[in-house]
């Protein structure tokens, strides 16, 4: 494993030769580890302790096809959720987006903090030497690089005619790959990412439902390290929690895996209610259901699965598991 520390100062987090750093795991991309130094400096800001990053390289980093040959997004957690339950770390941070909703998370481990949102817009981009600015700007069969079955079919609605292409990889080599203008016309990536890798580079926003999750940053931790726990749930921002309650009780509902073209949202409107927006598609856009539903702040996760039930009441199940019309 490689390692990358921060210090911040002396500890006033127990340390009574147990724990003289908190150690904090995560993926080893550039955007992972750009990821776990924000969280890493907050902890370090709450608490006065120093920080080990531990960069863990996981199968489904090492593998460059499709995630489902490897039983879905699960293969970004796998290694650390081990690493963690094992004491070989003591929190870890995961994209939330990134967690499956298919299969329960190990009883050992619990989501202790759910940093507040950052945007959750996706945006399409062009390589650099082109003239292109926005989608209406790309010729008919342009071709369009990402790995989503969610960007792909709502980008399929969108325009029809568009070859949407398979992409993986970490974003500075996906970026690099369009600028070529030898494999791709545009490819769709997530501000939020753009935004803390620090890189500012124009594109066009699209009109997407987001995926589960998105934009959050959740703090993973031991059931029974009480301390690490606690220390953690300084960090929680309540409103986010409720919205990724929400969006993850709608995606368990809908039993929806890595290769569901499942998308959804939840957002405070201006009368304190909670929205969520729920919608599935089949792959290529050509049928789609959709809920928007509301709900008091405290019933986050019931609001989830009453937009769960709604979208199965509209066929999703058939969408989900590919049977045809």
């Known amino acids: 494993m490689a390692a990358e520390i921060v210090h911040a100062g002396q500890s006033e987090f127990p340390t009574s030769g147990e724990r003289p750093t908190l150690r904090l795991g995560t993926r080893t991309s550039p955007l992972a580890m750009a990821q776990a130094r924000t969280v890493a400096e907050r902890i370090a800001g709450l608490a006065g302790v120093t920080v080990d990053i531990v960069g863990i390289r996981t199968s489904g980093d090492r593998h460059q096809g499709h995630l489902g040959e490897l039983g879905g997004k699960g293969?970004?957690?796998?290694?650390?959720d081990r690493a963690l339950i094992a004491q070989?770390?003591?929190v870890a941070v995961h994209c939330l987006k990134d967690v499956p909703g298919d299969v329960p998370r190990p009883e050992e481990l619990v989501f202790a903090a759910f940093l507040e949102r950052d945007d959750t817009e996706d945006v399409l981009l062009f390589p650099a030497a082109s003239g292109f600015r926005r989608m209406a700007d790309l010729p008919e069969g342009?071709?369009?690089?990402?790995?989503?079955?969610?960007?792909?079919?709502?980008?399929?609605?969108?325009?029809?005619d568009l070859r949407v292409e398979f992409l993986r990889g970490n974003v500075n080599s996906r970026l690099a790959r369009l600028d070529t203008g030898e494999e791709f016309d545009a490819i769709v990536l997530a501000?939020?990412?753009?935004?803390?890798?620090?890189?500012d580079r124009p594109g066009d926003p699209l009109d997407l439902v987001p995926a589960v999750g998105a934009g959050v940053l959740a703090v993973d931790c031991r059931r029974a390290d009480a301390d690490v726990v606690r220390l953690a749930q300084r960090l929680d921002h309540a409103p986010t929690r409720r919205c990724a309650t929400?969006?993850?009780?709608m995606l368990h509902g809908l039993r929806g895996h890595c290769n569901s073209p499942i998308a959804g949202h939840a957002a405070f409107h201006r009368d304190g209610r909670l929205g969520l927006r729920g919608a599935v598609f089949t792959p290529d856009g050509d049928r789609f259901v959709h809920s928007e539903q509301w709900a008091p702040p405290g019933k986050a996760a019931e609001l989830g699965a009453y937009v769960a039930e709604d979208l199965l009441r509209g066929g999703a199940r058939a969408l989900i598991d590919g049977i045809p019309h």
């Open 191 to 199: 501000r939020a990412g753009l935004a803390r890798l620090g890189i």
């Open 88 to 90: 070989e770390i003591d």
């Open 142 to 160: 342009a071709r369009v690089g990402t790995s989503a079955v969610r960007r792909r079919a709502q980008l399929r609605r969108l325009r029809p």
């Open 246 to 249: 929400a969006e993850r009780a």
């Open 75 to 80: 293969a970004f957690l796998r290694e650390i």
